[in-house]
């Protein structure tokens, strides 16, 4: 008798009908003999609705009220997943994050979990109970009620898989798994049957929009073997592992474009010490990650000077500016030029690190597209350039077609 | 420095700007220096909702899954509460069931509290916070939640501010205390200062619907003053405590009229011993609660037999029917004639030990009104009598008129 933990996001929970859907899949699986853990998000649109609310008594909620409030959304949803198991006449016990024994800090909205003590959950599946617990949520080892930020019942579903040694996880989506490509970009973008830990974190971190990082890294960390899969049929999904020697014989695993970019150029800085320091410090400072940093010669005359070009994500633009702008005086550049019309295109591949070339063909393939790069940035396992966002799906067609056909 | 706790119910905490209000008296109370523990309710209209969405699952769900579904209407309450605490920059906390301490049986949707350990409760409070605890929930010693059935955010104030030895406990509700006589049907019926626990018990049990009995019999048993009063403005309500010597010379405290009630008559039921015993115990085993008992000679010819008489709350009607037909060939009556057009017009009053006279007065006050009586039972300090029911509204006026003016 193996461990399944499966993972059923909002939209897969969205309706009494669809939680009737997911129930069903349940009970297939139960009913080969296997145990069963289902984590659940809220059902679709209710974590917005419950915010809402909360905005409308006051602006800026206390962290601590706001998981109070929102750590009722998956509760909902495990009792009425746990009622439509029932229906089909399969034990079911629904459990809260706290009841699960998941225990995580007491940073509010974006806890980290400490440990989990899955003493309730074992004894739950011992009596032949399937046991739904509530994704994202967990509490403090004060009993305070916490939640896991964005995307945190997929790291829910990791990490009890890891706590109980699960046999294997699966992550439910409404997408089949992971593509060499967006599918809605290149037609002919496939499915990948397995992809490496690092390739998914790679991907997660360009805008694949699959998983969160953390998630990943979660796994990574552990050893959690995962599966993203499509709630929608019963296709196979995606593996993601810790890479095999036969991974390393694709080149590339997939490309993506990451259209939520975007870049400041500061021309003219004074070339002295200490002066890009003073920038990113100002920037770190202010929670702004910054990606891709550029440095090249000005061309202008008189004293020693550098443009300075760098990306971030494009909400973020606005506070980059105002962070700019005070530190004018004190750097002394001369403009800032912001660009919001950039994509990121990346192609994401452990083969990369025994296969020569793999730059200059992305490079020639855009080039025969007529792209023009405009920054170049490289990992062991990733190339990523920035390029006009106007060609952006152009050259994921181009690039896609050069390495993955 | 005294120690309030105020109860807030659905329709009080039914909106933002509700919730709003309700924190602006709250804080009110806060600033004059008072400690104040505030226990809600769900918003009204979301346990109904929560209701539906489980129905449609399944018609019957679990009861401990409809705990775990029902409990987040509370937790919504108490989060956004404490927002709008902080949004008037008053420092609030708010607390589960299960954080606060109340602990409960595992009867699950009817759960009684066990007892109360509301160290955290003291704990915040002494730091200077107002405490939101989540009304009408619970948990075991073990952990799991539960909810108190109907009437159960009363409990959890009343059973609160006994375990916190509250100076004052507040039931806030929309009416502005318990009246002489339902004021929209006698226009000139008097709030009352204050009325004994056993008049509010007998009048939580006539249809006065202010309070369940439950949570008066609580208050009763630990000594817990409370003042029902209304959420809508600043008028003192009623104050519910012991008898004291000054409320006997009150000879009728209210009159009140149930429109819920429906009797049974089975005529002709064989004069032996055991016949009524058989009858009662197949209505009580089916969880029918007899109220009024009346059994009178027949006006047959034959062997001896009499007709029996009995009232019940008229959604039993149906179920009752049932468990007598079952009985027929066992017991042998005639027929059964039910009637759903009756009232239950009662007269309440600590007063009614020491004086007498009373029900004469009573009934002399329906006979001048052309109001002929059915049935009439009586305990110390109440006298109840079936009347027809197009009758109820003018029978409550004419009593209330003789004792009440």
Chains 1, 2 share one sequence.
Do not use: W
Not at 70 to 80: D, F, K, N, R
Not at 217 to 234: C, I, P, T, W, Y
């Amino acid at each position: 008798m193996s461990l399944i933990v499966q993972k059923y996001g909002g939209t897969s929970v969205g309706s009494p009908e669809r939680i009737k859907n997911v129930a069903a899949r349940v009970a297939k699986y139960r009913q080969r003999g296997e145990q069963i853990v289902v984590v659940v998000s809220a059902m679709s649109g209710v974590t917005d609705n419950l915010i809402k609310l909360a905005r409308e008594i006051m602006p800026l909620p206390s962290e601590r009220e706001m998981d109070m409030l929102l750590a009722t959304g998956e509760q909902t949803t495990i009792a009425l997943t746990a009622m439509a198991l029932h229906a089909m006449d399969m034990p079911a016990v629904s459990l809260t994050g706290a009841q699960a024994g998941i225990v995580t800090d007491g940073v509010h909205t974006k806890a980290k979990i400490q440990n989990i003590t899955p003493k309730q959950v074992h004894a739950l599946l011992d009596a032949g109970n399937v046991v739904i617990v509530a994704g994202f949520q967990g509490q403090t080892s004060e009993g305070q009620i916490t939640t896991l930020g964005r995307g945190g019942s997929d790291l829910t579903a990791i990490a009890l898989a890891a706590a109980l040694k699960a046999d294997l996880c699966q992550i439910y989506t409404d997408v089949d798994g992971v593509h060499t490509a967006d599918p809605r970009l290149v037609p002919n973008a496939r499915k990948l049957e397995e992809i490496s830990y690092d390739e998914m974190l790679e991907l997660a971190g360009l805008g694949a929009k699959v998983m969160q990082s953390r998630s990943v890294e979660f796994a990574k960390k552990f050893g959690v073997v995962f599966e993203v899969r499509s709630s929608l049929n019963d296709n196979p999904g995606t593996i993601v592992k810790e890479e095999t020697q036969s991974m390393e014989s694709v080149v590339i695993r997939g490309v993506s474009l990451d259209k939520n970019q975007a870049k400041i150029t500061l021309t003219a800085v004074p070339d002295k010490p200490g002066a890009a320091a003073r920038i990113f410090r100002a920037l770190g400072d202010a929670n702004i990650n910054v990606d891709m940093i550029v440095q090249t010669a000005s061309h202008g005359s008189g004293a020693p000077a550098t443009d300075i070009s760098f990306t971030m994500d494009k909400p973020d633009l606005l506070k980059a500016r105002k962070v700019l702008d005070s530190l004018k005086s004190e750097v002394g550049y001369r403009e800032v030029l912001a660009d919001e019309k950039i994509g990121k295109l990346s192609i994401v591949g452990v083969g990369m690190r025994s296969h020569s070339g793999v730059a200059a063909k992305m490079f020639e393939a855009l080039a025969h597209a007529g792209i023009n790069i405009d920054m170049i940035s490289t990992s062991e396992i990733k190339i990523s350039v920035i390029i006009d966002l106007a060609s952006g799906e152009d050259a994921v067609k181009a690039v896609h077609h050069t390495f993955l056909g």
